[in-house]
């Protein structure tokens, strides 16, 4: 009889709370690995995460808790990072361990700002994981709605169909629906893209745009992440289902979302730095808007991106974001 595969989740915040919560719904035991001694302690003594999600309390004998990250590569079979994209550097330059035959699960949502790779081929160059071991977890899906234990869904995506059902099935739940999905670039860049686009809608509320500009901003925004997304990996996929337009959808709209609060505070005037300060969390889109721009910038036929370019224009060369977004609304259809 074959032993049951080790998880363990990487990262403190929201969506790895999130996931340590839909994998307690069917394994004994989850590994989670968290930099902060206090907030380890604090789950310890009071049962729940002291910064997030808070309303959700786990029973302390399904967690193998740990401040040390090798100890917890070296503990799991399939290790599931949900860092932000912006510390992944830093926190993975910790590790000793051989992590090249581990299962790689990527929740990160975001480019590896140092290598401008993809979080799974960063693991693939610097970690000699084979990309049949390396899978994305894709929404639509917030954490905050995982809390209520709201019916939600995910894609799984894996090159390797038996790893992704595998994982599919470690997360699904009453109220978590999963489906798999063979994208793994796709997907994991339109993870990314997504951010940016739910910045935009962020911002056009903010500047007081109303619904019916965002129902266009929203429609030509799957559009651009389709050919960008084309551009970057060409396969037949079809950009409607929910790892794609469902995802776009709600972080665009949802009042969770904070790439769409970071958004909607730079509509209303807000510098980048104060609008970071207030949310005291972090928007990805922040760092996947650079990102996305220096990747087309490379390209020697660049894909037309003017919601993506807008939004560079405002974060990264402080535009006025009013005249920006009147400019914007006459490259929309």
């Not at 995982?146 to 099935?169: F, H, N, P, Q, W």
């Not at 396969?235 to 969770?256: E, P, Q, W």
Request: aromatic share 10%; proline share 2%; charged share 25%.
């Amino acid at each position: 009889m074959d032993t049951p595969l080790k998880y363990a989740v990487f990262g403190a915040g929201s969506w790895a709370t999130a996931i340590v919560k839909m994998l307690c719904e069917n394994l004994s035991e989850v590994g989670w690995y968290m930099r902060s001694v206090s907030t380890k302690e604090h789950l310890l003594r009071e049962q729940h995460n002291p910064n997030y999600l808070s309303s959700v309390e786990f029973h302390l004998e399904q967690l193998k808790l740990s401040n040390d990250i090798n100890e917890m590569a070296e503990y799991a079979d399939v290790l599931i990072f949900v860092i932000p994209s912006a510390f992944m550097h830093s926190e993975l330059e910790k590790l000793t361990v051989d992590i090249s035959e581990k299962t790689i699960v990527s929740a990160v949502k975001g480019i590896m700002p140092e290598t401008g790779l993809l979080v799974g081929e960063h693991f693939h160059e610097f970690y000699k994981v084979p990309y049949d071991n390396i899978a994305v977890i894709a929404g639509p899906c917030h954490a905050e709605e995982v809390a209520l234990e709201r019916l939600s869904y995910l894609t799984i995506s894996c090159s390797d169909a038996s790893k992704a059902k595998a994982i599919a099935k470690n997360l699904s739940s009453d109220y978590i629906k999963t489906k798999i999905s063979d994208d793994i670039i796709g997907v994991e860049y339109a993870v990314m893209l997504k951010n940016i686009y739910a910045i935009a809608a962020g911002i056009a509320h903010g500047l007081g745009y109303g619904d019916n500009f965002q129902s266009v901003l929203m429609s030509n925004s799957i559009r651009e992440m389709k050919r960008f997304i084309r551009k970057m990996h060409k396969m037949k996929r079809n950009i409607n289902n929910s790892a794609y337009l469902g995802d776009l959808l709600v972080t665009g709209y949802s009042i969770f979302s904070r790439n769409r609060m970071f958004g909607n505070m730079i509509g209303k005037g807000y510098t980048v730095k104060s609008a970071m300060m207030e949310m005291s969390m972090v928007a990805e889109g922040y760092y996947a808007t650079k990102s996305a721009h220096l990747l087309n910038e490379k390209n020697k036929q660049k894909t037309k991106l003017p919601i993506i370019d807008a939004v560079y224009e405002i974060l990264y060369e402080n535009k006025n974001p009013k005249k920006v977004f009147k400019k914007l609304t006459d490259k929309l259809d």
